[in-house]
Protein backbone atom coordinates (compact mmCIF):
# COMPACT_ATOMS: atom_id res chain seq x y z
CA UNK A 1 0.00 0.00 0.00
CA UNK A 2 1.46 3.55 -0.62
CA UNK A 3 1.02 6.53 1.59
CA UNK A 4 -0.58 9.53 0.00
CA UNK A 5 1.59 11.72 2.47
CA UNK A 6 4.14 14.12 -0.49
CA UNK A 7 5.64 15.69 2.76
CA UNK A 8 6.52 15.04 6.90
CA UNK A 9 4.29 17.62 7.78
CA UNK A 10 0.98 15.93 6.11
CA UNK A 11 -1.31 14.28 8.76
CA UNK A 12 -0.39 10.80 9.45
CA UNK A 13 -3.37 8.23 8.69
CA UNK A 14 -2.66 5.26 10.83
CA UNK A 15 -5.95 4.42 11.98
CA UNK A 16 -6.35 3.17 15.82
CA UNK A 17 -2.99 4.87 16.67
CA UNK A 18 -3.57 5.19 20.33
CA UNK A 19 -1.14 8.26 20.64
CA UNK A 20 -2.73 10.32 18.19
CA UNK A 21 -3.90 12.85 20.40
CA UNK A 22 -0.77 13.71 21.11
CA UNK A 23 0.71 14.30 18.08
CA UNK A 24 -2.58 16.65 17.25
CA UNK A 25 -2.07 18.79 20.07
CA UNK A 26 1.16 18.76 19.12
CA UNK A 27 0.60 20.16 15.51
CA UNK A 28 -1.96 22.82 16.78
CA UNK A 29 0.62 24.04 19.55
CA UNK A 30 3.42 24.33 16.52
CA UNK A 31 1.17 26.14 14.33
CA UNK A 32 1.84 29.49 16.00
CA UNK A 33 5.03 28.88 14.74
CA UNK A 34 5.11 29.17 10.92
CA UNK A 35 6.48 25.53 10.39
CA UNK A 36 7.81 24.39 7.18
CA UNK A 37 8.26 20.43 6.54
CA UNK A 38 11.43 18.66 7.61
CA UNK A 39 12.46 16.70 4.40
CA UNK A 40 12.35 13.32 4.96
CA UNK A 41 12.60 10.46 2.45
CA UNK A 42 9.67 9.27 0.86
CA UNK A 43 11.18 5.54 2.10
CA UNK A 44 10.90 6.79 5.78
CA UNK A 45 7.44 8.97 5.68
CA UNK A 46 5.97 5.64 5.37
CA UNK A 47 6.59 1.85 5.81
CA UNK A 48 4.46 -1.29 6.20
CA UNK A 49 5.30 -4.60 6.62
CA UNK A 50 3.30 -8.21 7.94
CA UNK A 51 5.09 -10.12 11.09
CA UNK A 52 3.82 -12.98 12.54
CA UNK A 53 3.54 -16.34 11.18
CA UNK A 54 1.93 -17.28 8.24
CA UNK A 55 -0.99 -18.78 9.80
CA UNK A 56 -1.57 -15.08 11.67
CA UNK A 57 -0.22 -12.59 9.39
CA UNK A 58 -0.10 -9.08 11.42
CA UNK A 59 0.45 -5.49 9.78
CA UNK A 60 2.98 -2.73 10.99
CA UNK A 61 2.51 0.73 10.10
CA UNK A 62 5.14 3.37 10.49
CA UNK A 63 4.45 6.93 9.75
CA UNK A 64 7.48 9.87 10.18
CA UNK A 65 6.39 13.32 11.07
CA UNK A 66 8.40 16.34 11.32
CA UNK A 67 8.78 19.90 10.83
CA UNK A 68 11.45 23.14 11.45
CA UNK A 69 10.83 26.74 12.56
CA UNK A 70 12.93 29.37 12.67
CA UNK A 71 14.26 28.04 16.49
CA UNK A 72 13.83 24.43 15.77
CA UNK A 73 15.93 22.59 13.90
CA UNK A 74 14.11 19.31 14.22
CA UNK A 75 10.81 18.47 15.63
CA UNK A 76 10.05 14.41 14.37
CA UNK A 77 8.02 11.77 15.55
CA UNK A 78 8.27 8.06 14.91
CA UNK A 79 4.34 6.90 14.92
CA UNK A 80 3.85 3.04 14.72
CA UNK A 81 1.33 0.92 15.19
CA UNK A 82 1.66 -3.12 15.08
CA UNK A 83 -1.46 -5.18 15.25
CA UNK A 84 -3.56 -4.38 17.62
CA UNK A 85 -1.76 -4.21 21.21
CA UNK A 86 2.07 -2.53 19.83
CA UNK A 87 1.96 1.18 19.50
CA UNK A 88 4.54 3.50 19.52
CA UNK A 89 5.16 7.65 19.57
CA UNK A 90 8.42 8.59 19.95
CA UNK A 91 8.23 12.33 19.68
CA UNK A 92 11.85 14.84 20.16
CA UNK A 93 11.97 18.15 19.53
CA UNK A 94 15.54 19.90 18.59
CA UNK A 95 15.89 23.53 19.24
CA UNK A 96 18.79 25.22 16.98
CA UNK A 97 22.05 25.02 19.24
CA UNK A 98 22.15 29.03 18.50
CA UNK A 99 19.45 29.11 22.01
CA UNK A 100 19.86 28.03 25.50
CA UNK A 101 17.31 25.74 25.05
CA UNK A 102 16.64 21.65 26.00
CA UNK A 103 15.51 19.11 23.90
CA UNK A 104 11.42 17.96 24.09
CA UNK A 105 11.26 14.03 24.80
CA UNK A 106 8.13 11.90 24.70
CA UNK A 107 8.27 8.33 24.50
CA UNK A 108 4.95 6.27 24.79
CA UNK A 109 5.08 2.77 23.95
CA UNK A 110 2.03 0.20 24.65
CA UNK A 111 3.66 -3.04 24.54
CA UNK A 112 2.01 -6.26 25.50
CA UNK A 113 3.11 -6.03 29.10
CA UNK A 114 2.10 -2.63 29.76
CA UNK A 115 2.16 0.87 28.46
CA UNK A 116 5.77 2.98 29.19
CA UNK A 117 5.29 6.55 29.69
CA UNK A 118 8.65 8.64 29.14
CA UNK A 119 8.48 12.57 29.19
CA UNK A 120 11.18 15.18 29.47
CA UNK A 121 12.96 18.45 28.72
CA UNK A 122 16.58 16.93 27.99
CA UNK A 123 18.87 19.54 28.91
CA UNK A 124 21.78 19.39 26.27
CA UNK A 125 24.16 20.15 29.02
CA UNK A 126 23.13 18.98 32.53
CA UNK A 127 25.80 20.35 34.70
CA UNK A 128 25.84 23.79 33.31
CA UNK A 129 23.65 26.51 35.29
CA UNK A 130 23.29 28.79 32.64
CA UNK A 131 21.39 26.30 30.55
CA UNK A 132 19.57 24.59 33.51
CA UNK A 133 18.56 27.75 35.43
CA UNK A 134 16.20 28.81 32.47
CA UNK A 135 13.57 25.41 33.01
CA UNK A 136 14.33 23.23 35.67
CA UNK A 137 12.72 24.95 38.89
CA UNK A 138 9.55 25.26 37.11
CA UNK A 139 9.66 22.07 35.35
CA UNK A 140 10.75 20.23 38.93
CA UNK A 141 7.17 21.96 40.24
CA UNK A 142 5.29 20.59 36.74
CA UNK A 143 7.17 17.35 37.27
CA UNK A 144 5.72 16.91 41.23
CA UNK A 145 2.21 17.50 40.44
CA UNK A 146 2.11 14.95 37.86
CA UNK A 147 4.67 11.69 39.15
CA UNK A 148 3.04 11.72 42.43
CA UNK A 149 -0.01 10.79 40.66
CA UNK A 150 1.70 7.79 38.39
CA UNK A 151 3.28 4.23 38.92
CA UNK A 152 6.91 4.37 38.86
CA UNK A 153 8.70 3.13 35.56
CA UNK A 154 11.43 1.98 37.79
CA UNK A 155 15.04 1.79 36.91
CA UNK A 156 16.23 3.35 33.75
CA UNK A 157 19.95 2.08 32.69
CA UNK A 158 22.32 4.21 34.69
CA UNK A 159 24.48 5.62 31.56
CA UNK A 160 21.05 6.94 30.38
CA UNK A 161 20.94 8.65 33.58
CA UNK A 162 22.98 11.49 32.61
CA UNK A 163 20.41 12.82 29.42
CA UNK A 164 17.39 13.39 31.73
CA UNK A 165 16.18 16.20 33.83
CA UNK A 166 14.94 15.94 37.79
CA UNK A 167 11.82 17.11 36.31
CA UNK A 168 11.62 13.11 33.92
CA UNK A 169 8.17 12.05 34.26
CA UNK A 170 8.38 7.84 33.82
CA UNK A 171 6.20 5.58 34.44
CA UNK A 172 5.06 1.91 33.52
CA UNK A 173 1.33 1.45 33.27
CA UNK A 174 -0.01 -2.34 33.84
CA UNK A 175 -2.64 -3.12 30.56
CA UNK A 176 -5.57 -3.06 32.92
CA UNK A 177 -9.04 -1.06 33.77
CA UNK A 178 -7.47 1.72 35.07
CA UNK A 179 -5.15 2.57 32.21
CA UNK A 180 -6.62 3.98 29.81
CA UNK A 181 -8.55 6.62 32.65
CA UNK A 182 -4.36 7.36 33.70
CA UNK A 183 -3.74 8.08 30.19
CA UNK A 184 -6.60 10.24 29.70
CA UNK A 185 -6.82 12.00 33.41
CA UNK A 186 -3.19 12.40 33.42
CA UNK A 187 -0.59 11.61 30.99
CA UNK A 188 -2.50 14.05 28.31
CA UNK A 189 -2.72 16.79 30.70
CA UNK A 190 1.00 16.07 31.87
CA UNK A 191 1.79 16.10 27.99
CA UNK A 192 0.09 19.24 27.43
CA UNK A 193 1.59 21.16 30.32
CA UNK A 194 5.10 19.70 29.58
CA UNK A 195 5.07 20.48 26.02
CA UNK A 196 2.99 24.21 26.51
CA UNK A 197 6.13 24.93 29.11
CA UNK A 198 8.63 23.46 26.40
CA UNK A 199 7.13 26.05 23.82
CA UNK A 200 7.02 29.11 26.05
CA UNK A 201 10.42 28.63 26.41
CA UNK A 202 11.01 28.49 22.73
CA UNK A 203 8.64 31.83 22.31
CA UNK A 204 11.06 33.90 24.38
CA UNK A 205 14.29 31.85 23.42
CA UNK A 206 17.42 34.49 22.85
CA UNK A 207 20.06 34.15 20.43
CA UNK A 208 22.92 33.15 22.36
CA UNK A 209 27.07 33.91 21.69
CA UNK A 210 28.80 31.90 18.71
CA UNK A 211 31.24 30.48 21.54
CA UNK A 212 28.21 29.36 23.72
CA UNK A 213 26.37 27.68 20.78
CA UNK A 214 29.41 25.84 20.25
CA UNK A 215 29.21 24.54 24.02
CA UNK A 216 25.47 23.69 22.75
CA UNK A 217 26.33 21.68 19.73
CA UNK A 218 29.01 19.69 21.52
CA UNK A 219 26.34 18.53 24.00
CA UNK A 220 23.18 18.23 21.87
CA UNK A 221 25.74 16.11 19.75
CA UNK A 222 26.19 14.00 22.51
CA UNK A 223 22.79 13.43 23.10
CA UNK A 224 21.70 12.37 19.62
CA UNK A 225 25.22 9.97 19.80
CA UNK A 226 23.82 8.42 22.98
CA UNK A 227 20.22 8.25 21.37
CA UNK A 228 21.03 6.64 18.04
CA UNK A 229 23.77 3.94 20.02
CA UNK A 230 21.75 3.15 22.79
CA UNK A 231 17.98 3.54 21.04
CA UNK A 232 15.56 0.73 22.87
CA UNK A 233 13.64 0.18 19.74
CA UNK A 234 16.47 -1.22 17.44
CA UNK A 235 15.52 -4.40 17.68
CA UNK A 236 12.24 -4.08 17.15
CA UNK A 237 12.58 -1.96 14.26
CA UNK A 238 14.95 -4.45 12.68
CA UNK A 239 12.34 -7.44 13.08
CA UNK A 240 9.60 -5.26 10.96
CA UNK A 241 11.69 -3.55 8.84
CA UNK A 242 15.44 -4.87 8.04
CA UNK A 243 18.95 -4.26 9.48
CA UNK A 244 19.81 -1.34 6.70
CA UNK A 245 17.04 -0.15 6.45
CA UNK A 246 16.95 0.62 10.53
CA UNK A 247 20.38 1.81 10.72
CA UNK A 248 19.30 4.46 8.10
CA UNK A 249 16.19 5.50 10.16
CA UNK A 250 18.06 5.64 13.31
CA UNK A 251 20.86 7.33 12.39
CA UNK A 252 19.68 10.08 9.19
CA UNK A 253 16.17 10.41 10.36
CA UNK A 254 15.52 10.16 14.01
CA UNK A 255 18.85 11.31 15.35
CA UNK A 256 20.66 12.75 12.10
CA UNK A 257 22.42 15.23 14.28
CA UNK A 258 25.92 13.55 14.87
N1 LIG B 1 12.55 4.72 21.77
C1 LIG B 1 13.26 5.53 20.92
C2 LIG B 1 12.71 5.42 19.57
C3 LIG B 1 11.65 4.53 19.63
C4 LIG B 1 11.57 4.09 21.03
C5 LIG B 1 13.24 6.19 18.42
C6 LIG B 1 10.79 4.37 17.32
O1 LIG B 1 14.21 6.24 21.24
C7 LIG B 1 10.67 3.15 21.50
C8 LIG B 1 10.76 4.04 18.57
N2 LIG B 1 11.41 2.95 23.86
C9 LIG B 1 10.86 2.44 22.71
C10 LIG B 1 10.47 1.08 22.92
C11 LIG B 1 10.84 0.77 24.22
C12 LIG B 1 11.43 1.94 24.79
C13 LIG B 1 11.97 1.94 26.11
C14 LIG B 1 9.84 0.18 21.90
C15 LIG B 1 10.61 -0.52 24.96
C16 LIG B 1 11.75 -1.44 24.77
C17 LIG B 1 11.41 -2.77 25.43
O2 LIG B 1 11.00 -2.80 26.60
O3 LIG B 1 11.58 -3.76 24.72
C18 LIG B 1 13.12 6.69 27.09
N3 LIG B 1 12.43 4.40 26.26
C19 LIG B 1 12.45 3.11 26.72
C20 LIG B 1 13.04 3.10 28.02
C21 LIG B 1 13.40 4.42 28.31
C22 LIG B 1 12.99 5.20 27.20
C23 LIG B 1 14.10 4.94 29.54
C24 LIG B 1 13.17 1.90 28.93
C25 LIG B 1 14.56 1.42 29.04
C26 LIG B 1 14.95 0.72 27.84
O4 LIG B 1 14.24 -0.22 27.46
O5 LIG B 1 16.04 1.10 27.38
N4 LIG B 1 14.20 8.49 25.97
C27 LIG B 1 14.09 7.04 25.99
C28 LIG B 1 15.50 6.67 26.24
C29 LIG B 1 16.32 7.80 26.31
C30 LIG B 1 15.50 8.91 26.14
C31 LIG B 1 15.96 5.30 26.32
C32 LIG B 1 17.74 7.82 26.49
C33 LIG B 1 18.44 8.94 26.75
O6 LIG B 1 15.89 10.04 26.12
Redesign the pocket.
Known sequence: MQSNRNNSLEPISISNWRWAYFLDETIKKFSIFEPSPYPINNDFLFRESLFGSSSNHKKVILETWGLKTEKIRQARC?C?QAGEITS?M?LVISPFNNYDLPFF?A?F?T?PNGH?I?LDL?PALKDDIIHTKYFLPKLKSIHAKWQSKLPSGGD??SD?QQ??SPGFLWSRIPLDEDADKLISQIIKPAFDEYLNFFLDLVGNAKIISKERSLKLLHGQRKYMR??AK????RG??RGFFGNSWTESYINNI?FDLQ
Do not use: H, S, T
Open positions: ALVNGDVLLAQIPAYFYRKDPAMLL
